[in-house]
């Protein structure tokens, strides 16, 4: 009798020990897909047209981290909306790590801030993989205008209210001149501009007499054609060693760190963390590679390893920091 109700009680004993094996297998899948990452090409999404210096770094990157992974990494430009189509690409992407951005400031945090109804949350729908990159945003001015340093331009601009044209070409530079004209009270006058390259065309024929921007105007600089009067970087840049941080010319940092922007590498929300430190570990390893430092540097960028917790509470620290400045300098948010 014993026996029998063994035998009848063995079937429920062994569907038992199935569920929970069933169970604990949900935790380990995972976890044992991870180690074999990546079985197939990454696609890294630059949110930005071909071309630039953004670009020209992601290009480099993937090669190294190809390399590295024994995987094809491909670089997939996703360009408009000030970086946001990109953005909102991956942030819809299955979170396996085979679609990431190369998204930053201007993509993720400044966009949806300038939003009434904002598209994403940067701190909560994206998972830090790498970064930062910060790139250079400099001051540049029409050579006619009589100034040859940041002082200068400010006791100008006072001593001649409304004369002062400047362009904007992205939303940094909106932001930048704004932040300025309000800490120092300047009557200057915004021309907008879709974009850096028609900026710096009208800022070389003087119908604009300003304009904060990355490095795309450089080389007229260097040729005599513009001036440059500050850079808003923390320290000054090998591109431009004669040309003083703000702090140097008697002025605070801005509030935002740094001014001109940064670039980070991002998946979508709930990737597994084991394969998020697979792509960190070499994405760290590229950026620190001599090669890439010393085109790093030739493009007025500047790398800043940082821990993936570190990441997260900068990302979330900017997207507040925005938030604030937006409203504080009465931004028009737009739908």
Known sequence: MNDISRNERLPHVVKIIRQVLAVLMVGVAPAIAAQGFPTKPITLVVPY?????SDGIARAMVRLVGKDLGQQVVVENKAGAEGMIGSLDV???????????????????????LRRA?????????????????FSFFLYVHPELPV?????????????????????????????FAYLKKSLNLDVVQVPYKGETAATADLLTGR????????APLMHAKE????????????????LPEVPTMTESGYPEFPFSPAGGWLGIF??????????????????KALTDPDI???LAQAGLAYRAMGLDQMGMFVKSQRDQFRSLIRDLGIPQID
Not at 49 to 53: F, R, V
Not at 224 to 237: A, D, Y
Request: proline share 9%.
């Open 49 to 53: 047209q071909a071309g630039g210096s």
């Open 91 to 113: 942030m819809k992407s299955a979170p396996d790590g085979y679609r990431i951005l190369f998204g930053g400031a201007g993509s993720m945090i400044v966009v949806p801030a």
């Open 118 to 134: 904002p598209p994403f949350d940067p701190g909560t729908q994206f998972t830090p993989i790498s970064g930062v990159v910060d």
């Open 148 to 176: 040859k340093n940041l002082k200068e331009f400010v006791a100008y601009a006072h001593a001649n209210p409304g004369k002062i044209n400047y362009a904007t070409g992205n939303n940094q530079g909106l932001l930048t």
């Open 208 to 215: 604009v007499q300003a304009m904060f921007a990355t490095t």
């Open 224 to 239: 005599g054609r513009l001036k440059v009067l500050v850079t808003t970087l923390p320290q000054r840049t090998p591109l």
């Open 267 to 284: 998946g979508p929300a709930d990737m597994q963390p084991e394969v998020v430190k697979i792509l960190h570990q070499s994405f760290g």
């Open 293 to 295: 430092q010393k085109q």
